[in-house]
């Protein structure tokens, strides 16, 4: 089924063509109910049981606007800049498709809730401004499910099933302006956009955006022009991306593959197309609509919307921090710069530092935990930081326990490998493992004279003056002692020891 693209490589490709990217972004809003019925709109219900007249799309049923899917939506409107329309309509848009009742779609078209906006995200330590064209409120339609054939697409099934559960949904889609300029960073871009989107609306509390359950989905507009021509090339659509990871695969793939197409003397096909999450390609979907294809109109059966600049204002004093907002106050807050906050967002772990520097813990402590010792770990059992069965608690308590010497860097370690084991807390495995630094000078005395005896020879230098030697009789201390010595203790013993002689 899948063509054979041919691919000119991404550095070459880079090097001679100029890629200008898109995003459309489509968000399934929290809300409670439907956008224009009272059916609930919650996930995982019994097929077709989250329905009612109107989102079936019954004769004589009429819809009624969601007062809280505008709310979300002015909001979001709000935190990305946008301006708010005082008035505008929805409108109908038609086509006929079986996941959708009513055979055409209440959307917004030519007048959306807000427009011009803009979002700054951070790629590396660079800021880029991407600007937002619109954001405007539509209808979720259903889904179809085809039963019987190998691919679980409608080609080669035997039946198809229909359920309307999420039929009227309320989406909202946020519209990029062309992102030009960006040259080879431009998947790097496009992830960070979406990233940064997908935190904006998580503090925002208007969606849950999981993005592999579907609540965030990705369209990606990419074109490519040779450099210097000062055009902009034919935009393909690659529809429905749903990953971090395959929104910038999905650039690079069609930068490759355009560059593939124009080197051979070819035009790129404006046309939606298809991701593939296994190999990273893109494949041709359906030659892409023009909007007079839609016969919109303004919908007859809503008044229009005309939200009060009183209650606008009132929504936009209700903003919470937003994400960059936040990022600028924590890092002014623990003095850590630049590469260290952008390590932490590229790990995930910013709400976790920040959690473990709430629950007690020094800022750079709790980084160097995080960033260091447990993004091993996660990286060798293959999950992410936050899947990791330890609290920012529990690493804000190493944390203490070694600043106040009871626990060394190497018995913190090991303190850790028992709360990741389900060993339970960091004072219980102290407690379990023996593992409290040995500081007492009696039990330490035994182990210094140990280490002098079984290495004359580097005693000898100490003795001599050469102190920087030492560290070889700690070393042997540590060994001696299993890693559980007070490191500077043993050494200021051991000098004390050398010079008695
Ligand atoms: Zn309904």
Redesign the pocket.
């Known amino acids: 089924m899948t063509e054979t693209a041919t691919l000119v490589p991404y550095d070459e490709a880079i090097s001679r063509y100029e890629p200008v990217i898109g995003l459309e972004t489509h968000v399934e809003l929290g809300t409670k109910?439907?956008m224009?019925?009272?059916?609930p709109a919650s996930f995982g219900a019994d097929p077709n049981s989250?329905?009612?007249?109107?989102?079936?799309g019954l004769p004589g049923s009429l819809p009624v606007i969601n007062r809280t899917a505008i709310e979300y939506t002015i909001k979001i409107g709000l935190a990305l800049n946008c301006s708010i329309a005082s008035w505008c309509r929805f409108a109908r848009k038609n086509y006929f498709y079986p996941d959708m009742p009513k055979n055409f779609q209440i959307s917004q078209y030519d007048e959306p809730l807000c427009t011009d906006g803009w979002l700054d995200v951070m790629v590396g330590d660079e800021q880029v401004r991407i600007g937002i064209e619109r954001v405007h409120l539509e209808e979720d339609t259903g889904k179809s499910l085809h039963v019987g054939g190998a691919t679980g697409r409608i080609h080669g099934a035997d039946y198809s099933l229909v359920d309307y559960n999420r039929?009227?949904i309320p989406l909202v889609e946020v519209v990029t302006k062309p992102v030009p300029g960006t040259g080879a960073l431009a998947p790097v871009v496009a992830r960070a956009y979406v990233t940064e989107l997908r935190d904006l609306l998580r503090v925002l509390g208007v969606s849950d955006v999981r993005m592999e359950e579907g609540s965030l989905r990705c369209d990606v507009n990419t074109s490519i022009a040779p450099r210097g021509s000062g055009t902009w090339g034919t935009r393909t659509e690659t529809k429905n991306v749903n990953s971090l990871r395959s929104v910038e695969r999905s650039v690079r793939f069609e930068i490759e593959r355009q560059a593939a197409v124009l080197d051979a003397g070819g035009r790129v096909v404006q046309e939606t197309r298809h991701f593939h999450e296994d190999n990273g390609s893109t494949t041709p979907g359906r030659s892409k609509e023009e909007a007079q294809d839609y016969r919109y109109f303004p919908e007859p059966d809503l008044v229009p919307l005309a939200p009060s600049r009183e209650w606008v204002e009132e929504l936009r004093a209700s903003l919470p921090e937003l994400p960059a907002a936040r990022r600028a106050r924590l890092q002014e807050e623990w003095g850590l710069p630049d590469l260290d906050m952008t390590a932490l967002r590229n790990a995930g772990a910013l709400d976790l530092v920040a959690d473990t520097v709430a629950a007690g813990a020094g800022p750079a402590e709790a980084r160097n935990w995080w960033l260091g010792e447990l993004s091993r770990r996660a990286n060798e059992s293959g999950v992410e930081l936050t899947a990791l069965p330890v609290t920012p608690a529990q690493v804000a308590r190493v944390a203490a326990l070694v600043a106040s010497g009871e626990l060394n860097d190497r018995l913190a370690r090991q303190v850790l490998d028992g709360v990741l084991a389900g060993e339970g807390s960091p004072d219980d495995v102290v407690a379990t493992r023996g593992l409290a630094v040995v500081s007492d000078d009696s039990a330490l005395l035994a182990a210094v004279d140990k280490a002098i005896a079984a290495n004359a020879d580097i005693a000898a230098k100490v003795r001599s003056g050469k102190t920087a030697a030492a560290g070889a009789l700690v070393g042997a201390v540590m060994r001696e002692t299993g890693g559980r010595a007070d490191a500077s203790r043993a050494r200021e013993l051991i000098l004390e020891r050398l010079a008695a002689g």
Do not use: D, I
């Open positions: 109910t439907k224009f019925c009272g059916s989250s329905v009612c007249p109107v989102c079936l039929a009227g």
